[in-house]
Structures are given as C-alpha cells and as structure tokens.
Nanobody, 124 residues
Framework: QAQLVESGGGLVQAGGSLRLSCAVS????????MAWFRQAPGKEREFLAA????????YYADSVKGRFTISRDNAKNTLYLQMNSLKSEDTAVYYC?????????????????WGQGTQVTVSS
C-alpha cells in the first residue's frame, strides 16, 4: 500500500528557511508525479510545486516560484521542499501527494495518494 509521510515542519521566523521531507513507500512511483500542496485555515488546498519521479521536469505556483524548490532523491525514496524567505502567509499545513501521469499537475483532485501533512508556522 502506497504511503507518504511528511516531516520537517515547525516554527520559523519570517525570512527564515525550512526543508520539508516526504518519505515514500509501498509501491513503485516511476510513472508518478509528486507534488507539494498546502492548506491554511479557512482556505482551499493550494498547489505549490510538482516534479516527475523519473525525469527533470518541475512545476511551480507563481506564489512560491523563486523561493521554494522541489527535489527528490530516488535512492532514498524521498521528496523534498526547500522553502526560503518564508513569510507569515506561508503558514499552513503542508502535504505531499502523488498521482499518475493523467490529469493536470496543479489539480488537487487529480492526486490520489496523500500524506498526513506537517504544520509550518512562520512568525512575523
């Protein structure tokens, strides 16, 4: 059974950095797109970034382009999200997710495997 487990969240001051990790297990993700989303209180889940498990293509939301970097380590079966220049509006629960190649990469409903989420709080 496919499983995604996020870690690395916490409390950070504005302007600081965090790196989130997502450990993947339970199946082969060679034909999957992996992504990071976030959800702030009272708001819809928001796409942040996506990467193909095999290949070099990456995709970013405009709100995080230039500040966040998605990457993966296939040997460690781990997905990462490096977050720099954090702002108070980045406070949210962050989720990793996976989907096959069908559907658009930024569409929340296209992802069928989700982690439990990790809280990121940015203090101003």
């Amino acid at each position: 059974q496919a499983q995604l487990v996020e870690s690395g969240g916490g409390l950070v001051q504005a302007g600081g950095s965090l790196r989130l990790s997502c450990a993947v297990s339970g199946r082969t993700f060679n034909r999957y797109i992996m992504a990071w989303f976030r959800q702030a209180p009272g708001k819809e889940r928001e796409f942040l970034a996506a990467i193909m498990w095999i290949g070099s293509m990456t995709y970013y939301a405009d709100s995080v382009k230039g500040r966040f970097t998605i990457s993966r380590d296939n040997a460690k079966n781990t997905l990462y999200l490096q977050m720099n220049s954090l702002k108070s509006e980045d406070t949210a629960v962050y989720y990793c997710a996976a989907k096959g190649y069908s559907g658009t990469y930024y569409d929340t409903s296209a992802y069928d495997i989700w982690g439990q989420g990790t809280q990121v709080t940015v203090s101003s």
